[in-house]
């Protein structure tokens, strides 16, 4: 550790040794005596804290307690599969050695804890070396940052219980958990400033369902807790009868308009498990045919939402969604826009997607979380719509160069505030 010779020198007066403290456990220790700015610590002060080799952290000074506080470390939450000697994590790798490699660079401990480890152990999991992944135990950490993909582990009790042990060792919890779909469609609409921005939403129900099929040319089924475009069911009126088209895994069927009302919901209700939104398709703007829109991540920070960066998303010609993980490719925001507009409108409409998705963010600060992927579209009259928030958006990295994405960067920022505060 490289101490300034003042705080050196203050630390070497104190006769009865001064206090370290590392996560949550802080014990007495003494300096001994020499002249380099680098102080060694023994296997024992390795051992006491959990500290794996190498690490570079920050630290600051409590002079009222005769204390150094050195840390933050980051805990990234995240299903581990395979044994420890070949640990794999669902193609977060880049991700995950990203964060480490960034957070080493600004003196942040980044480790992965894996939703396996029971919420009454020590903390221990994986972190990236120059010679590969290794397992150690680590301090408590300051952040928690929830990159679960499965709804079914935040339903289990072992998910309440580590919730229930970051809120007793005050540690933030970056992004609670996903979000439902139902409980943000109801969330935006009470706020004034963001009902205007939703298409006309209503619960799954039956007579809702089957009244939108007589009175609506076309419209969305949405499973609840549905993500990357998986299960989107769109019911469209022909010629031949009722059009119902799945998206993933792809299904179509045609059903004739004379068959009865309780013939077409048996039918619609076989795609949906569980609950559901019925949602009026929007007529968007495309490009070559190919559905596009727009994914905003946002970052709190100091209660304000910032946008942190926005890729235009194009899916596959003649298709319903635009997500990558069906087959959609991503292009600048700008890029799109000057495909539509004259330079000043592009520049304009740039301008208000931004201002737009600032005010679909505040309302969720309420929710405690601190990162937010958002999506929204333009339609032909160039009115913008959202279509999804996410409080996980998506890790996927296309590009080709060895790029720090921006919101991996808010991610070590924000654990160095929580830090510090």
């Not at 370290?20 to 380099?36: A, Y």
């Not at 890729?311 to 969604?321: D, F, L, S």
């Amino acid at each position: 550790m490289k101490l300034p010779p003042s705080i050196r020198q203050t630390l070497s007066e104190q006769e009865e040794g001064v206090f370290v403290t590392i996560g949550k456990k802080t014990e007495r220790v003494h300096l001994m005596e020499g002249d380099s700015l680098t102080v060694e610590v023994n296997e024992a002060f390795v051992h006491t804290f959990c500290l794996p080799c190498p690490l570079t952290l920050q630290w600051h000074y409590d002079k009222d307690n005769h204390t150094v506080i050195f840390g933050p470390f980051l805990a990234i939450w995240t299903e581990c599969v395979g044994n420890v000697d070949s640990p794999s994590f669902a193609g977060m790798e880049p991700f995950l050695e990203e964060c480490t490699s960034f957070g080493a660079d600004h003196g942040v401990g980044v480790f992965v804890l894996p939703t396996s480890l029971p919420p009454s152990s020590e903390w221990q999991g994986f972190y990236w070396t120059e010679t590969g992944i290794q397992t150690a135990k680590f301090p408590s950490p300051h952040v928690v940052y929830n990159r679960i993909h499965r709804r079914s582990y935040e339903a289990s009790p072992q998910f309440a219980l580590w919730t229930e042990r970051f809120t007793e060792e005050g540690i933030l919890s970056f992004n609670p958990s996903f979000f439902s779909k139902t409980e943000v469609q109801s969330h935006l609409e009470t706020q004034s400033d963001t009902r205007y921005l939703l298409p006309a939403t209503v619960a799954w129900d039956k007579k809702a369902v089957l009244n939108w099929v007589r009175s609506h040319k076309s419209f969305f089924l949405k499973p609840e807790n549905g993500s990357q475009g998986k299960g989107i069911v769109v019911c469209s009126s022909t010629t031949e009868g009722l059009r119902i088209e799945r998206t993933h895994p792809a299904k179509v069927k045609i059903l004739s308009l004379e068959n009865t009302n309780e013939e077409i919901w048996t039918e619609l209700s076989s795609y949906i498990k569980g609950n559901a939104l019925v949602q009026e398709t929007i007529s968007f703007r495309t490009v070559q045919a190919s559905p596009v829109d727009f994914r905003y991540i946002l970052h709190r920070r100091n209660n304000e939402w910032r946008m942190t960066s926005s890729v235009a998303r194009i899916g596959q010609p003649g298709g319903t969604v635009s997500n990558v993980a069906r087959g959609g490719t991503m292009a600048r925001t700008k890029s799109v826009l000057d495909l539509w507009y004259d330079p000043r409108t592009a520049k304009d409409m740039e301008k208000q997607l931004a201002k737009t998705v600032r005010k679909l963010a505040a309302p969720f600060s309420e929710w405690e979380c601190y990162e937010l992927g958002l999506d929204v579209g333009i339609d032909e009259d160039n009115r913008i719509w959202l279509i999804e928030v996410n409080s996980k958006p998506s890790k996927k990295w296309t590009h080709a160069e060895k790029a720090i994405r921006p919101s991996t960067k808010q991610l070590i920022f924000q654990t160095l505030d929580a830090f510090l505060e």
